[in-house]
């Protein structure tokens, strides 16, 4: 029988349970404590069975508690601590138990203190548990980080004192101390009070005294994607001489300004080494080809070639620009009818699809849908599967889609869209 205060309790209700402290526990060890109070709890029953047994087997341990309870001063009762039993319900527990064993229960309640079951708890053995004890509540200045102080403190024209503002601010606390009632008596103490509240900038004396950080704050974030582009470009300067020549070449040719060409979709499709057999040798280049579209039908492939691998993408990157081409689109997401195209040993064909159909086609021809804007196709590849010759159909049979309205006018026909006149497009 133990001294605790649960097994008590246990003995007089009908049915045993231990108490439980409200705590929140979110570690594995939750489980196993408790399965050791179900086990506590089948001791407390086969307890509570032989109860004249508790007077035989451990009647020395009842003699030290008895001791120990009239020895022990009685705990202090607070507004947050458990009570203990009452006289009347003592008189009901010696009509179950024996003389003995109400000894030991109020030796038990005068052996535990009730602050103690109000705020104990189990310490978790989880695998997440730390290693050690600590007091999270409080911040250590040498291994906790240190809150930083609220924006408000921060000051955009804080600056240093100059000299003449310091050498008036020491003037004017001489005057103070070195007045007619204090001539001739300067205390220490006094100038090191004035040099420890002495401020040295000028702005608010909260981001001097307790400064948000040391550093600036950061700058927001631009919504507007043409400024956030020109402060990158200006700030980086990635654009070298010959870029910016070349996008003013662009500019005349394509009718696009700079932005409208930094916007584009840029995607490098293939890139390898090739080597040139001259009689003075194998000459090594490096081959690019890029695809470049706007998202809204317009799309264009290009090739360089050049001695390092950036300087070719550069030189197809300009080469797609230049060749930027208008593609036919059904309702700006498929293309009208099946295309069949073959560049090579490489032949493939275009189907159009219905909305919400999705791209399901080869990664190169995805690639390219996206940059052209069609969000509904299907592809199928035969024969050689060479990605630049892939990329080359795939353009090939994109723009050498048939106009209906030009077969329609051909034919001396009057073409209707069903799905726009009589269902508005719902099918």
């Not at 003389?99 to 989880?126: F, K, L, M, S």
């Not at 600590?134 to 000051?155: G, H, L, M, S, W």
């Not at 197809?316 to 309702?331: D, F, H, K, W």
Request: charged share 30%; glycine share 6%.
């Amino acid at each position: 029988m133990s001294a605790a205060r649960p097994l008590p309790r246990a003995l007089a209700s009908s049915r045993a349970h231990s108490l439980r402290i409200p705590t929140r526990s979110f570690l594995q060890s939750s489980r196993r404590r408790r399965k050791d109070d179900a086990d506590q709890n089948k001791t407390v029953e086969s307890a509570s069975a032989a109860e004249p047994s508790l007077s035989t087997e451990n009647g020395n341990w009842v003699s030290r508690s008895i001791a120990r309870a009239k020895s022990s001063k009685p705990p202090v009762k607070g507004p947050n601590t458990s009570k203990h039993y009452t006289e009347e319900q003592y008189a009901e527990l010696e009509k179950k138990y024996s003389a003995e064993q109400v000894e030991a229960i109020r030796a038990g309640e005068a052996a535990v203190n009730p602050e103690d079951i109000v705020n104990q708890g189990v310490i978790n053995r989880g695998p997440m548990t730390l290693d050690y004890v600590d007091d999270f509540a409080t911040i250590r200045p040498v291994i906790d980080k240190q809150p930083k102080a609220p924006e408000t403190n921060y000051d955009p024209k804080l600056r240093f004192k100059t000299e003449d503002e310091l050498t008036e601010d020491v003037g004017n606390w001489a005057k103070e101390v070195f007045s007619e009632a204090n001539e001739g008596d300067l205390d220490p103490v006094q100038w090191q009070k004035f040099e420890d509240n002495l401020r040295l900038t000028v702005g608010k004396p909260e981001a001097e005294l307790n400064p948000r950080d040391y550093e600036a704050p950061r700058l927001r974030k631009i919504s507007d994607p043409y400024i956030r582009a020109q402060a990158r470009a200006s700030k980086a300067g990635r654009d070298d001489d010959e870029m910016a020549e070349r996008y003013q070449r662009l500019e005349k040719i394509t009718g696009m300004n700079t932005f409208q060409m930094k916007q584009l979709r840029i995607k490098a499709m293939v890139q390898r080494r090739v080597v040139n057999q001259t009689r003075m040798g194998k000459i090594a280049s490096m081959y690019s080809l890029v695809i470049a579209g706007n998202k809204d039908g317009m799309l264009g492939i290009g090739e360089g070639k050049a001695s390092t691998g950036d300087s070719a993408r550069r030189l197809g990157i300009v080469n797609a620009m230049r060749s930027l081409t208008p593609i036919r689109r059904y309702e700006n997401r498929t293309i009208f009818g099946d295309v069949k195209a073959k560049v090579g040993a490489t032949e493939l064909e275009l189907f159009n699809r219905p909305p919400g159909f999705g791209l399901r086609c080869q990664d190169k021809i995805h690639e390219m849908c996206m940059c052209a804007g069609i969000s509904d196709l299907a592809a199928r590849v035969t024969r050689a599967r060479n990605p630049m010759n892939t990329v080359k159909a795939a353009f090939q049979a994109l723009t050498n889609q048939r106009d209906p309205e030009q077969i329609a006018r051909g034919r001396g026909r009057k073409l209707v869209d069903l799905r726009k006149v009589y269902y508005a497009g719902n099918i």
